[in-house]
């Protein structure tokens, strides 16, 4: 299998990498039959994209053979974010049939994670995902993987989310925070629901830490006196022992 290399610009801090863990246990809590995931959002410029992609690396750097499927074949961003080098085959050369499924795998760095990137913009992106490529490709690698992890286009602009999602066995929702009103979530939630698709949850994005006070200070109080007290007397019983012991 060919290699590519990700160049990852999101720097994530410790909270960053809590929430994603907390994240992938949840959904690792869905059961064993939860393996294609398909993530979608309302509009574009949600975090969609980016929080797929985490999801995918935070699998992979747990030990999970995950293929990451980017579906956004009308708009992808992923190859020019991560800044992947040179020419490659996409999702669409095999939608189209020009090329076999395992010529559009790649392997990313040394990682357990694969990806299928998107490929050249299509003009008949729905139909593609009608057809019974798509279908096939998540049914063809369902056992090589742990997780397939797709990254679908907006629901609240074009179909094609749910489309991808009627083949999926289940959807997580982004939300920007205090940028999407409840009815267009909703109408996302319904037309997800009319494919059939379990739901398995809504991801809050972009949420202001500096003014979500109380649960900053709550967990930075409760988390920092607890743990503070217990490596507080931990240090000191060692620091007794190691003076004893030089004596």
Do not use: W
């Amino acid at each position: 299998m060919q290699k590519i290399i990700l160049r990852r610009p999101e720097q994530l801090d410790n909270q960053a990498r809590e929430a994603f863990k907390a994240l992938r246990t949840n959904i690792l809590f869905c059961g064993d039959d939860v393996k294609t995931i398909c993530m979608t959002s309302s509009t574009p410029n949600e975090g969609k994209t980016s929080m797929s992609m985490q999801m995918a690396l935070s699998f992979a750097d747990a030990g999970k053979h995950v293929l990451f499927v980017d579906a956004d074949i009308r708009r992808s961003v992923i190859e020019g974010r991560y800044r992947v080098e040179g020419k490659h085959l996409g999702l669409t050369h095999y939608m189209t049939g020009q090329n076999d499924l395992d010529e559009v795998i790649y392997q990313v760095g040394d990682s357990l994670m694969d990806i299928i990137l998107a490929g050249p913009t299509a003009p008949n992106p729905t139909e593609l995902l009608e057809g019974p490529r798509f279908q096939n490709l998540l049914e063809a690698k369902r056992d090589s993987y742990d997780y397939i992890i797709v990254d679908a286009p907006p629901l609240g602009s074009v179909i094609d989310a749910a489309i991808i999602a009627h083949h999926a066995d289940g959807a997580i929702i982004v939300v920007e925070s205090c940028a999407i009103s409840y009815k267009l979530v909703q109408n996302v939630k319904q037309q997800l629901e009319k494919s059939d698709c379990r739901i398995l949850g809504v991801v809050l994005n972009k949420v202001n830490m500096d003014k979500n006070g109380y649960y900053g200070s709550y967990y930075g109080r409760y988390y920092g006196k607890y743990y503070g007290k217990y490596y507080g007397k931990k240090n000191a019983y060692y620091g007794d022992y190691g003076s004893a012991q030089s004596k």
